[in-house]
């Protein structure tokens, strides 16, 4: 491991039979998020392209749940039991999604706030941002533009991509900011959900889709797919829909969750290397 990333030792194997107090969830995530700033950059890249790529079965889950049931007043709750359909396959494969690394990577930086530890916080951010935001390009891509999915699918994905990147930049912003923090919660509860994790992962990003909320990286696929066929445009993507979740989704997830967490367990921790 590299000098600039504080060292942690991953769980003993006695806390996987046990109730995993805040501090032992709080290492197993730090642990975690030393073992992603390790990582090589063309393996989080081609993480985050794949996350992309997967994520898109979000939108793909409620196009075909709202195309196919009723127009009855319980769909809305139903469909949106699709949205979770990407998240699942995201994080259960272990692929690099952006909003769980304001938590996952965040926390190594929170334990030892050093320049150096944050400068690689904000490469790796950079690069499985970009790759998941290409990923979401080329998916899209082919909804619009290919024969992969059905066409009675598209008006359903129109309407939901109008809907996703519809809000005002201030309402964006702040319906972001949930967001951000269910999937920071998501992580955190993921360690003491053994054996329960797709319905942790389901539970939580339904409720995402449910309360109406914005998240970027699902968000931008809808966004691309709009783009892509010159129903929306450039600036209007970029100002009023993907600064503004961006920013939310990262408050959410990294200022509030994360440090949320951390102060609840910062005075048990042992001091780091530096201090």
């Given amino acids: 491991m590299p000098d600039d990333i504080a060292p942690s030792a991953p769980p003993t194997p006695a806390k996987d039979t046990e109730k995993l107090s805040s501090r032992d969830i709080f290492e197993i995530i730090q642990h975690d998020g030393e073992e992603e700033l390790d990582r090589p950059y063309g393996s989080l890249f081609w993480s985050g392209v794949a996350a992309g790529l997967m994520i898109s079965l979000s939108v793909l889950g409620e196009a075909i749940f709202r195309t196919y049931l009723p127009d009855a007043d319980w769909r809305y709750l139903l469909e949106n039991l699709g949205y979770s359909l990407g998240f699942l396959v995201v994080i259960l494969g272990r692929m690099q999604l952006?909003?769980?690394?304001?938590?996952?990577?965040?926390?190594?930086?929170?334990?030892?706030?050093?320049?150096?530890?944050?400068?690689?916080?904000?490469?790796?951010?950079?690069?499985?941002?970009?790759?998941?935001?290409?990923?979401?390009?080329?998916?899209?891509?082919?909804?619009?533009?290919?024969?992969?999915?059905?066409?009675?699918?598209?008006?359903?994905?129109?309407?939901?991509?109008?809907?996703?990147?519809?809000?005002?930049?201030?309402?964006?912003?702040?319906?972001?900011i949930p967001a951000g923090v269910l999937v920071a919660a998501l992580v955190w509860m993921l360690p003491q959900s053994e054996g329960f994790e797709f319905f942790v992962i389901m539970t939580f990003t339904w409720l995402i889709a449910a309360g109406d909320f914005t998240h970027i990286v699902a968000g931008s696929v809808e966004m691309a797919f709009l783009l892509v066929q010159?129903?929306?445009?450039?600036?209007?993507?970029?100002?009023?829909?993907?600064?503004?979740?961006?920013?939310?989704?990262?408050?959410?997830?990294?200022?509030?969750?994360?440090?949320?967490?951390?102060?609840?367990?910062?005075?048990?921790?042992?001091?780091?290397?530096?201090g």
Avoid: K
């Avoid at 009023?240 to 961006?246: E, I, R, S």
């Avoid at 990262?250 to 102060?263: C, D, P, Q, S």
């Fill in 98 to 176: 952006f909003t769980e690394n304001t938590i996952t990577t965040v926390l190594p930086a929170m334990r030892d706030p050093v320049w150096r530890v944050f400068r690689r916080v904000l490469v790796l951010w950079s690069i499985v941002l970009a790759a998941n935001v290409l990923g979401a390009f080329v998916v899209a891509t082919a909804f619009a533009h290919g024969a992969v999915i059905p066409a009675e699918l598209l008006p359903a994905i129109t309407e939901l991509s109008q809907h996703a990147t519809g809000f005002a930049p201030l309402e964006a912003f702040q319906r972001a």
């Fill in 230 to 274: 010159g129903e929306l445009g450039l600036s209007t993507a970029i100002g009023a829909f993907f600064l503004p979740v961006l920013a939310g989704n990262v408050l959410g997830g990294t200022a509030i969750f994360a440090l949320l967490a951390f102060g609840q367990v910062r005075r048990e921790l042992p001091p780091t290397h530096d």
